[in-house]
């Protein structure tokens, strides 16, 4: 539900201090995409900006935050609803989106959000006051990447409390963001003097009014309360006298001077409705007994006691928040029954009015956790489709023990805390949650208890797979099999969504054993393959195949990718069907099917049908610019660099490591090696302290060529040898391969060095593990690859001297070693150049240089 108040511009009182020089630099904000308005409370921030929009006749779209919009659904309805209060018709496709809820990705709806700016044809400003209330980062990315796409006609004014949590770096590079600190928005001593001398009956000289200044150090509030505080006083120099000291000790002293001048009915009013975040006259009454409240709420305002209205009509109000707070810590502290009371009294009112989430806030804060529950179950499909985040910190606050007999509950909470990665959080309700639908058998109907073990006996699993425990995961998977052999339901909800990089479909970005994976994925690939209506076991196969992919074994891979392309019921899942398809480019690209590679991803791309189409169609893309470039068509991922919306100063997150990873590539490409390599750094960064093996391992591989390119060969070494260490007790290959010559030549110059080094002691790689990786690179590589690599000293002394046209006798005499040994050269010769006989490995070996090693 949208709360109208919340759109009003807040009322400006005719008696304001004209303030030109602040009105000129808010004026400034419209040059510019961000003007970020910051100060404590009491800087009049929220007067300044409510001031400068009456003076101005730009299109102005308001919204007033507070805590229950800390989740992305409901701030972005209300962005929305602000703007349709000025432009009717505005963002219907949008609104469409955020009906839909928390299933829709943040980035769909701005992008249909900066669709529907873009076709304005005036300029509009939007405001959001009280920013400091927002804490969610999905809600800080989001603005960001608005931010980043907004045009040119619209314009954001944000005022909080404190530094806002979005990156402006970039945007105050680029000239593009513009600030408004305390330092603009308190005072100047000319309108100290004017506050006192037009707003006040107080005949202060001076003297007096420069003393007070220097006092408050032009804090508005400060000067305020001090002005109501010497209304009351009988020696006004003594008085000012008394208000030195920090400004918090100010406001403390000057509120409760204030506060207990109030008759007493007006005293208790102030106490009790300090809980409400805004109010009228029936909310009052509920929460007061005042049937006068109407009168009190105006009484306020001509005593001009911090209280606000929100409407026109003075329907309703709300406290200035530095008053409110300071009355709430009266209340709770002095009379703590009263406390309790009000914010129950409040959540009764607000909950017959249909406000259920407002009512929840106040039922929690009072500990009313049985109807806190009851309107949890009452709202909870609304609640996961678009207040997630609300309902995860709604359920966090509650008694351990609260859902013992609430399956459907504890579950979808379960799912938000897995969802937004708060893992141990998860774990341990898992934990808890086991055990008491356990001892539930026999109070449930049969269906229902096992309906319930089912899914919980897969979230055990899922537990235990995030804890890279595939034995107790595949543990887990058999007892969901007992109880549920259809599959539980949460095995594909929100399969068809966008979640960016996701750990649980990619089981191999968070599997670092990729022995324990072969075994666990073809294990449960057999156990499930003849289930008709199974798409979860499409991110197996997927995995499956990546894996085989990752070993070289290429004819396997392509099998099981065609087996798992051929079912029926992937279709509807976007999520599942594309990490199969990119397996199946790149094995194809692997095999030399170019053609074909290119052809899945666009085929790809038709396919899918799912609200987060251009989501989806980022990542399909990156992986087309990726394919472009091993296929030397730079043309396409040039284009994709202009257009892709990243960039190498972007904040690294695991939901962008592939995209990033295929930015690093196309940087490189492109000349750009300092900007792949400040990137890359970050991500390895991440990455190891995410310990993500997999990914880690390609970006060191990536840093590597990068330094190679750039003549850096030392540095490069010291990579690829991380790399390498990393790789070989997993057996990585296609990840070296991928690179082509440019990786022969770095292994080969490794190899070298590293044959030296074991002449003095053991080296770190294996010598063999390098040897295979130049053979994987002679059979797959178009380019020429240093045969001084390949083959040892005597190795390549075989070789000449089969050039020569010796027999094996007389290569042993000419080389002092026995007719045996001449014979296991041969062979490895033969090995390593993949070739059975002295014709071939000639032919081979020419193919590769045009002159044989000189003796060494």
Known sequence: MIVSTKLHIPHVRSSLVSRPRLMDKL????????????????????????????QSSNLVAWVSLDKQDNDGIPFWSYVLASIQERVPGFGLAVGDLLEKGSSVPLVSVIGALLNELNGLTSELVIILDDYQFIELPAIHDSLSYLLERLPTHVHLYMASRSDVAIPTARLLAKGECHQIVMQDLRFQLEEGLAFFRDTTDLMLTKEQVT?????????????????????????????????????????????????????????????RTSVLSRMNDSLCQAVTGQLNSQEQLERLEQLNLFIIPLDDQRDWYRYHHLFSDFLQRILSRTYPDEWVQAHIDAACWLESHGLDEEAMEHFLVAKQYTDAIRLIEKNLQ????????ALHRWVSVLPENAFAEKPMIEMFYISVLLGVGEWRAAF???????????????????????????????FCSVASYLQKDLERTSEYFELVEQYMPEGSLF?????????????????????????AADAFLLKWITAWVNKENYPFVGLLYASYSKLLYEWNRLEEAEFYVNQVLGRKDLQPFARI???????????????????????????LKLQIDTPDNELFMLRIEAEQASLSLQQESVEYAVDWLQRCGLAHTDEVSLYHVPEHLVLARV???????????????????????????????????????TLQRLGQTEAALVQLETALQLAEPEGYIRSFVDEGAEMGELLSVYLKNQREIHLRNMPSVSLTYVEQLLQALLVTSKEDVSIEAILTGQEKRVLRLI???????????????????????????????????????????QELITVLCAEE
């Not at 040059?31 to 009456?54: D, I, N, P």
């Not at 609304?382 to 985040?389: D, E, G």
Request: net charge positive.
């Open 382 to 389: 609304t609640l996961m489709q678009s207040k997630s985040v």
């Open 27 to 54: 004026n400034e904000g419209m040059k510019v995409k961000l003007t970020l308005v910051s100060a404590q409370a009491g800087y009049g921030k929220t007067t300044a900006l409510s001031e400068w929009v009456r």
């Open 667 to 705: 940087l490189a490409a492109c000349g750009q090696m300092e900007e792949a390599l400040y990137l890359l750094d970050r991500l390895n960064h991440l990455l190891g302290k995410e310990d993500r093996l997999r990914d880690r391992i390609k970006v060191l591989i990536l840093q590597s060529v």
């Open 491 to 515: 095995q594909t909800m929100g399969r068809n969504r966008y979640q960016g990089y996701d750990s649980f479909d990619d089981h191999l970005a968070i599997i670092n054993d990729l022995h």
């Open 577 to 603: 069907l594309i990490p199969i398809v990119i397996s199946a480019s790149r094995i194809h690209q692997a095999l030399g099917n170019s053609n074909r590679a290119s052809e899945l991803l666009i085929q």
């Open 428 to 458: 341990r309700r898992i934990e808890q949650a086991t055990i008491q639908f356990q001892r539930m058998q026999g109070k449930w109907s049969d269906a229902e208890w096992k309906q319930a073990m089912g899914n919980m006996y897969f």
């Open 211 to 271: 003393e007070l200044f220097h006092q408050t150090e032009g804090w508005i509030s400060g000067l305020q309360l001090a002005a109501i505080s010497l209304k009351r006083s009988d020696n006004i120099a003594e008085s000012i006298h008394r208000f030195s000291g920090q400004l918090h000790h100010i406001s403390n002293y000057l509120l409760e001077e204030v506060l207990y001048h109030q008759s007493e009915p007006l005293l208790t009013f102030l106490l």
């Open 803 to 845: 050039a020569s046209g010796l027999s094996n006798k007389e290569m042993a005499l000419q080389l002092n070693i026995t007719g045996e040994t001449v014979k296991s050269h041969i062979k490895n010769v033969y090995r390593k150049l993949r070739v059975n006989n002295r014709v071939q490995a000639l032919q081979r070996a």
